[in-house]
């Protein structure tokens, strides 16, 4: 009975292919808080896409394992993580030493600042909003994010008069922000366009904060997976090149046509309906196929149309 069973373990973990045994793909989990677009997004049939979900599928076929996304909430996601529960964190999570301390970050895949966005018609500015001169004296921002530690460590820290509200979800809180219920929100600068785009006669950005965020992808303290090495050599492999320079600071150098490139051209820049259009029509080419390049030279093509 002992090698009946050992011997369905083994036949469970190969396929048949060309007569040959192959090796079955290493499956991890990825948690991720959906939607922020343009990083995390979803269709109207459920299907998950943004910047983020698209890299890491990418990363996974250019090194040899398959990913099952599954929708988090922000401020559960380290936790989720820490307890195994998933494997990888993949939501634009900035780099900090204050997460490191539980977590382990990849390199570097995205260098971001922190926009103000404002009603149009709210007489604010980028000043007197983050003063707490506007009428509601409150700024949304959504919970476990740097905006929001923002907020309380640049701001309440120093004693402005401010309301910091937090929400479970950034589309809320700029739900909010439409309505009326709140002065301003700050929130990383892509994201705050995509925000834009969607309420172009009521929002607009006030002004930009110079953070200099990295985002990372998170793993379990001491990458239990090993994932990091093989995340680091797909992205290099996809066009992005992490560079040290002076004083510790990292030039992310993308190369011009690759992979990497077309992925950010697709995602930056385009409007929403454009994105998921242009990923509607290449979907299949990343998903089905599993050709990273033929599916960014497609999308970057369709969403730029």
């Known amino acids: 009975m002992k090698k009946f069973l050992i011997g369905l373990t083994v036949l469970s973990l190969v396929v048949l292919l060309g007569g040959g045994l ?3 793909q290493d499956k991890y989990i990825v948690a991720s ?3 922020w677009a343009p990083f995390e997004m979803v269709t109207a049939d459920g ?4 910047f983020d979900l698209d890299a890491i599928r990418m990363i996974a076929i250019v090194a040899g394992f398959e990913v099952e996304i599954q929708n988090i909430g922000f401020d559960a996601i380290i936790q989720t993580v820490d ?3 998933a494997d990888l964190g993949v939501s634009g999570f900035t780099i900090t030493a204050e997460r490191e301390e ?6 570097p895949y995205y260098l971001s600042n922190q926009a103000v966005v404002i009603r149009k018609d709210s007489g604010l500015n980028i000043i007197t909003a983050m003063a707490g001169l506007g009428p509601k004296k409150a700024i949304g921002a959504q919970n476990g994010t740097t905006g929001f530690y923002y907020l309380e460590d640049n701001l309440q820290a120093a004693g402005i008069d401010i309301e910091a509200k937090g929400y479970e979800f950034y589309p809320t809180a700029i739900l909010d922000l439409v309505n009326g219920r709140v002065d301003a929100v700050i929130q990383d600068e892509p994201a705050s366009r995509a925000s834009i785009a969607a309420y172009p006669d009521v929002l607009t950005i006030a002004g930009i904060i110079n953070t200099y965020e990295y985002f990372g992808f998170l793993v379990a303290d001491g990458d239990p997976e090993g994932l990091l090495p093989k995340i680091s050599a797909a992205m290099a492999e996809l066009g992005l090149e992490v560079v040290e320079g002076a004083g510790g600071a990292k030039d992310l150098v993308v190369t011009l046509g690759s992979p990497w490139d077309n992925l950010l051209s697709g995602y930056f820049g385009p409007t929403n309906d454009q994105i998921e259009a242009a990923w509607l029509a290449s979907k299949d080419l990343l998903l089905v196929d599993k050709d ?4 960014a030279a497609k999308f970057a093509e369709e969403a730029n149309k």
């Open 292 to 295: 990273v390049e033929a599916f």
């Open 33 to 35: 808080d959906i939607p």
């Open 22 to 24: 192959v090796l079955a």
């Open 102 to 107: 539980t977590i382990d970050f990849s390199a």
């Open 83 to 85: 307890t195994g529960k």
């Open 47 to 50: 299907e998950f896409f943004g």
